[in-house]
């Protein structure tokens, strides 16, 4: 996108950086604050991206439990990453790189090659200035690899975190060195209303700004996150004893929709304290139809409700792509996605142990008649896979709209295989090394490989769809038959298997790598049957809802 806006400093057009911390507790939203920045920005024209800091010392997020740190976002390069790198892709609606997601581990990790290949000349290492030039460096890479205007750096956790310190360090580092016209820091706060008293407090928002002061940082803008608006006073206390404008306290209020945030921002002024601090001259905000989708998520006409079974879901933010997809698809038709999450293990029986009551749902898989779709999402592992078989076959059985993705995928064909094909002991290496009729197994490449961070099937590949099935019509805008879908997998269907598997009624619609590798399956007799070996969810925008979501609620709402 052409930028429209004038750049005026005296640093000859340098990228400006704008930095998002966060400070009371975590689970603020500075990731929805620092999306909605760069869409804004991004709406005045400039060439924007965004960059999360994440300051713990594994490498990347993949080999993390989802369930203590959420989803793994994957990008088209194959970085394993936190789950706001999926936030930025969905509002800016561009591919982010591994490069975007910096982590503790990165950094040390370059720091420590360096090191060993001589590279500072016999120099004690140390945090400042070499950790902190690593940060500096990693920063200004991708504003010089893509020809940012403008990055916005989210960094991680809350202030007085002793991991983020060399982070926060780098950032104040980067404003002496750039100027104040090149760089700004927007620190996103709480103010809580208490029941008993009844008023927005600002002493944590006053506390959260001395901490970040005595490191160094003064803000120049504060997000004040708050359920309703600000008051007068409060944003007036809040002005004075953070030594910040009042026009620069931005009032962060509950929004009906996270896409409606870039509104609430600039209704509060956000684009024109950000313009006179970053020396942005004729800015004329080009909303296009970012209003009209966003009035989409809270402005619908009825509900479709889908079942998401799966093995994480005591945490939902395992699943956060999977959400958004859901809910771009339905509002989309104009519909409100109503999700309720189930723990693939309600559907397993035996599972009691001594003086337990039998799970809620175990064997009762009528319960699932309630809903209009049922979803499987990825996992790894044995728990609750054989609740997620049962589920995949009851849903073929009852002719209710499945959508499988990668691990429901892989576990939808076994279930076809046991009660379709009647290879009652068929299952997944995975799950049963020594199973007779192993419909699943391990990828030979993958035999080789030791470590098990990024060494998974991971990224984009091309996918080939094979013409006049249902997955021709959902992809049909595609007229070359190719799409390119993010994956992240170890095993895949085994081939062997294939002509029992279509003589028995199922279409393996999609394939890559020239044929090795089957990609989609659908049952052409049922109302909606489909699943996926790649990650579709990564694709869908709002407004854009990715094909195979769009195609699934539109067959549950047709039933609701």
């Known amino acids: 996108m052409q930028s429209k806006v004038n750049i005026e400093d005296n640093n000859n057009n340098k990228t400006k950086f704008i930095f998002i911390t966060g400070g009371v507790m975590s689970g603020l939203g500075k990731g929805v604050i620092t999306s909605s920045t760069a869409k804004l920005l991004q709406l005045l024209g400039l060439k924007v991206s965004c960059i999360k800091i994440d300051p713990y010392v594994n490498y990347d997020a993949g080999t993390m439990n989802p369930i203590a740190h959420g989803e793994v976002f994957v990008t088209e390069d194959g970085g394993e990453c936190d789950m706001d790198i999926g936030n930025y892709e969905r509002f800016l609606d561009i591919a982010m790189t591994k490069d975007h997601n910096i982590t503790t581990g990165r950094v040390y990790l370059d720091v420590i090659q360096s090191e060993r290949e001589g590279k500072y000349l016999g120099q004690c290492v140390q945090i400042i200035p070499h950790i902190t030039d690593a940060i500096k460096n990693r920063l200004r890479k991708v504003a010089n690899d893509?020809?940012?205007?403008?990055?916005?750096?989210?960094?991680?956790?809350?202030?007085?975190?002793?991991?983020?310190?060399?982070?926060?360090?780098?950032?104040?580092?980067?404003?002496?060195?750039?100027?104040?016209?090149?760089?700004?820091?927007?620190?996103?706060?709480?103010?809580?209303?208490?029941?008993?008293?009844?008023?927005?407090?600002?002493?944590?928002?006053?506390?959260?700004?001395?901490?970040?002061?005595?490191?160094?940082?003064?803000?120049?803008?504060?997000?004040?996150?708050?359920?309703?608006?600000?008051?007068?006073?409060?944003?007036?206390?809040?002005?004075l004893f953070a030594s910040v404008e009042e026009k620069c306290v931005i009032s962060c209020y509950d929004a009906p929709s996270i896409y409606k945030v870039p509104e609430v921002l600039e209704s509060q002024g956000m684009i024109k304290v950000i313009a006179e601090n970053l020396l942005l001259k004729n800015c004329h905000l080009q909303w296009r139809d970012w209003k009209s989708i966003a009035k989409s998520f809270y402005d619908y006409n009825g509900f479709v409700k889908i079942a998401v079974v799966g093995k994480y879901v005591t945490l939902p933010d395992s699943y956060v792509s999977i959400y958004h997809a859901l809910s771009h698809a339905s509002a989309?038709?104009?519909?409100?996605v109503e999700v309720e999450w189930i723990d693939s293990e309600e559907f397993e029986q035996n599972r009691r142990g001594v003086g337990e009551q039998e799970p809620k749902n175990s064997s009762n898989l009528s319960f699932l008649r309630k809903f209009d779709g049922i979803l499987v999402p990825g996992g790894f592992g044995r728990r609750g896979s054989e609740g997620i078989i049962n589920v995949a076959n009851f849903s073929r059985q009852e002719n209710i709209p499945y959508l499988g993705i990668c691990f429901?995928?892989?576990?939808?064909?076994?279930?076809?295989?046991?009660?379709?094909?009647?290879?009652?002991?068929?299952s997944s290496t995975e799950l049963d090394p020594n199973t007779k009729d192993p419909v699943i197994v391990f990828m030979p490449e993958q035999r080789s490989m030791h470590n098990m961070g990024g060494t998974m099937r991971l990224g984009k590949h091309k996918i080939t769809i094979i013409p006049h099935t249902n997955a021709s019509r959902i992809y049909g805008g595609n007229k070359t038959n190719v799409i390119y879908r993010r994956h992240r997998h170890r095993y895949e269907f085994n081939q062997d298997y294939r002509k029992l598997i279509e003589n028995h009624g199922m279409v393996l619609s999609g394939h890559s790598d020239n044929g090795r590798r089957i990609e989609m399956l659908e049952i052409a007799k049922h109302k909606f049957y489909f699943a996926v070996q790649y990650h579709s969810e990564f694709n869908s925008r709002p407004g854009i809802p990715e094909q195979a979501f769009e195609a699934f609620i539109k067959a549950a709402a047709s039933t609701s």
């Not at 160094?216 to 359920?227: E, H, M, S, T, Y």
């Not at 989309?332 to 409100?336: N, V, Y």
């Open 408 to 426: 429901g995928f892989q576990l939808a064909i076994i279930a076809f295989a046991r009660n379709a094909c009647n290879l009652q002991g068929a």
């Open 146 to 239: 893509e020809g940012l205007d403008i990055v916005v750096v989210e960094c991680g956790g809350t202030i007085g975190d002793i991991e983020s310190l060399p982070f926060l360090e780098a950032l104040r580092q980067i404003k002496l060195e750039d100027g104040h016209s090149n760089t700004l820091f927007i620190h996103v706060t709480l103010a809580p209303v208490l029941d008993v008293v009844g008023e927005q407090k600002t002493k944590p928002t006053q506390h959260s700004v001395q901490e970040l002061r005595r490191i160094g940082i003064q803000p120049d803008i504060l997000a004040v996150r708050c359920k309703t608006p600000l008051t007068f006073d409060a944003r007036r206390k809040i002005s």
């Open 332 to 336: 989309h038709i104009g519909r409100k």
